[in-house]
């Protein structure tokens, strides 16, 4: 399997890349990301042979018909992560809340969100690669709260890589921020800066495209790359358990092989929705992909009006904050398997120069096709939140967007699979909130929840408030290139 480019080549890259490739040089021509050339296809034999596979097996099959450069000995022990899982035969349990409707639970890894589902073995992959190449790496996070302490996880004591972590200092939720600075591993640095998201990533970008701090680097013979969500080896990570998440809903009885399903995205730079997508490309039965958003709706309005406009909006703050996200990025991946590549650039330079685009009416039929999309605000989170949690469900206000999604727009009675993407107790003063009690700290939120819904705070989370700070650095934008600099 080869790469390709979602904006045309320029002619100084390669016209084709190996995975291997991409995903240590995720960046492409024009600004543009990388693409599987051609997609595998799964058949009806395929699927029905792995009902009931574990889940590692499930994956091995799927690399193989991907067919990347990548060992069988390090793919076998980059899946071996999932061992860290609640659960090692099944990481990512199903779990009935209504008749027809399942949420899929993509955080049982070590942070509690769903990154650990792609960056747990993408972490070991990339380790692996840059140790065989004999080259250092200098990866570069920018966190609203579950990047960060995913990606930290992920490369804590790897040998030829070294991380960088930023966060908005009181941007996020305590357990999030305890996550990152008490990570004691001495390749890490976790840096708050005084700021919010928005300053974090746009310093992690200059940062990114600065050929002096790439020179300063290159002294100490290190290389710069970003495990951000683009990066291909994070996706084919997040094929996997849509097609995973089917086959239980085979093996539990509540369909045949074959029966279409809706999937139920909780989206933000749309990896996760991606995923699901090509798995639907591939075969999977799938009767569309519902996206749910909080109010930052780019995305329904993308998807049910045609339109990406960047010059009416501005970021606002949610109490879903890993979906308060303006630029989409994976959307390209989307435009570009639909419309080709030259009408991609089109689309993407609109956006870049005037902060828009507008695809025609055939265009914004084609992605009705695959997908449909409606947005919640705080207030609708909060009750979809407290409804389930007097039926016995406990969930993350994430989570809880998918549910007008799954109310409002199905068109046809089957069943559907809603993606949760973190467990409660990383947004626990949201939940105690939407259910009457509001704490100012999350210590005092997780213990309420647990007394009063009887669900459990997992050993992980209650332990963090004993450990020490490692991490106190907290600084202005400017003075972050130092820092990284004095750290390396
Ligand atoms: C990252 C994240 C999302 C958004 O996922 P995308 O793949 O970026 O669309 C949603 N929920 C939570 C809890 C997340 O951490």
Known sequence: MTFIETRGNDGTKPAEVSFSEAILSPSASFGGLYVPKRLPTLDFDFFKAHIGSHYKDLSRALFEKFDVDIDEADLNKALDRYDSFDDPENPVPLVGVEDDAFVSELWHGPTRAFKDMALQPFGYILSKLAEKRGEKYLIMAATSGDTGPATLETFKNAAEVKVACLYPEGGTSD????????????????????????????????????????????????KLSAANSVNFGRIIFQIIYHI???????????????????????????????????????????????????????????????????TCKSLIQTTSPAMDI?????????????????????????????????????????????????????????????????????????TATCFKAYDKLRKKSLKTIIYSTAEWTKFSRTVSAALGYDAERDLDALEWVSEHYRVSVPKMIAELFEKPIVHTTVVDKEKIEEEILSFI
């Open 244 to 310: 995973h998440s089917y086959l239980q809903l085979v093996k539990k009885g509540e369909i045949g092989l074959g029966e279409p399903v809706y999937l139920v995205v909780p989206s933000g730079n749309f990896g996760n929705a991606l995923g699901g997508y090509y798995a639907k490309k591939m075969g999977l039965p799938v009767e569309k992909i519902l996206i749910a958003s909080n109010i930052n709706n780019v995305l329904s309005d993308l998807i049910t009006k045609g339109e990406y406009d960047l």
């Open 326 to 398: 303006l630029k989409s990025s994976n959307v390209e991946r989307v435009l570009y398997d639909k419309f080709g590549p030259e009408r991609t650039k089109e689309l993407m330079d609109d956006l870049d120069r005037k902060g828009r685009y507008r695809l025609s009416h055939d265009e914004l039929a084609m992605l009705k096709e695959d997908f449909d999309a409606t947005f919640s605000s705080d207030e609708e989170g909060k009750e979809v939140i407290a409804k389930y949690a007097k039926k016995g469900y406990v969930m993350d206000p994430h």
């Open 175 to 222: 357990v999030q921020r305890l996550q990152m600075v008490t990570e004691d591993a001495p390749n890490e640095k976790v840096i708050g800066i005084h700021g919010n998201f928005d300053d974090a990533q746009t310093a992690l970008k200059n940062l990114l495209s600065s050929e002096s701090f790439k020179n300063r680097l290159s002294q100490s013979h290190t």
